[in-house]
């Protein structure tokens, strides 16, 4: 059931990012053009260069191309989602939206003990150590002398009378062959050792693995919050400005093109 919730929320992920994407995309669509209709306007009054509205139309249409492309990774994204809800590809879904970024997430003993209690291996590997340990205690009683005792009693078939009595004593005695027991018991010391020391291991490994985790996703908010706050409105403001520049005639459009990319990035 984890495992199903994680990969419907990797699903619902991927379908809020490449909806996102589609936005982003027509809104640039949408700018592009309206740049287009100006460059045009100031060409047809002389005030214009037509090297700028050919460079223009060549954007707009790679960015009409780019943003087909999305709507189409963003049919395959829906399509994951109602595969893990057991839909058909093409069954409509509410638009999602991506979360704000997390909050920190540090590496604290809760969320060490909840991994460690949530470790299907860790589990395996205590049952792997209580069979290793019964085959332990198993190997040292065969090297000890076995004594059975026994009695049989035997009846007329035709009275059903006491006829016969039987005891019966029997003994094993393993001291003859004494290397074969000594051999399977070195065996079986050795894996319950190993046992023994395996979810040490283990434990050691998923310690490591939450502590990568937990910096990489550490460095991913940092990152985030970066982007939405200080690097974005400054590509905002860069963007704006040139483009003001542009329209009035006293800006170059390789300056609009270069901030509206550094913008539509950090988006």
Do not use: C, H, K
Request: positive net charge; charged residues 25%; proline residues 3%.
């Amino acid at each position: 059931f984890q495992e199903s919730r994680r990969d419907l929320t990797l699903a619902l992920f991927a379908a809020g990012l490449a909806l996102r994407t589609v936005q982003l995309g027509q809104e640039d669509t949408e700018a592009l053009r309206t740049s287009l209709a100006a460059a045009e306007a100031r060409y047809g009054s002389a005030a214009g260069s037509s090297v700028d509205v050919l460079r223009l139309q060549s954007e707009l249409a790679r960015r009409v191309a780019e943003v087909r492309n999305s709507e189409q990774a963003l049919a395959s994204a829906q399509a994951g989602v109602n595969r893990w809800l057991g839909r058909a590809p093409d069954f409509t879904l509410p638009a999602v939206s991506l979360p704000d970024p997390a909050a920190a997430l540090s590496m604290t003993p809760e969320l060490v003990r909840i991994a460690l209690r949530s470790e299907a291996g860790l589990r395996v590997l205590d049952r792997e150590r209580s069979v290793a340990e019964s085959s332990l205690i198993a190997s040292r009683r065969q090297r000890r002398p076995d004594l059975g005792v026994g009695i049989a009693g035997r009846q007329y078939s035709g009275d059903g009378a006491f006829r016969q009595g039987q005891f019966t004593l029997s003994v094993s005695l393993p001291w003859f062959n004494r290397e074969r027991y000594r051999r399977d018991i070195q065996r079986d010391e050795a894996q319950v050792e190993a046992v023994r020391l395996d979810p040490g291991s283990r434990d050691l490994a998923l310690r490591e693995e939450i502590f990568r985790l937990s910096n990489t996703i550490g460095a991913a908010r940092r990152t985030a919050l970066s982007y939405r706050e200080e690097i974005l409105p400054q590509t905002e403001a860069a963007y704006n400005a040139a483009l003001n520049a542009g329209m009035s005639g006293r800006g170059m459009l390789t300056d609009v093109l270069d901030t509206r990319r550094a913008r539509l990035l950090a988006r």
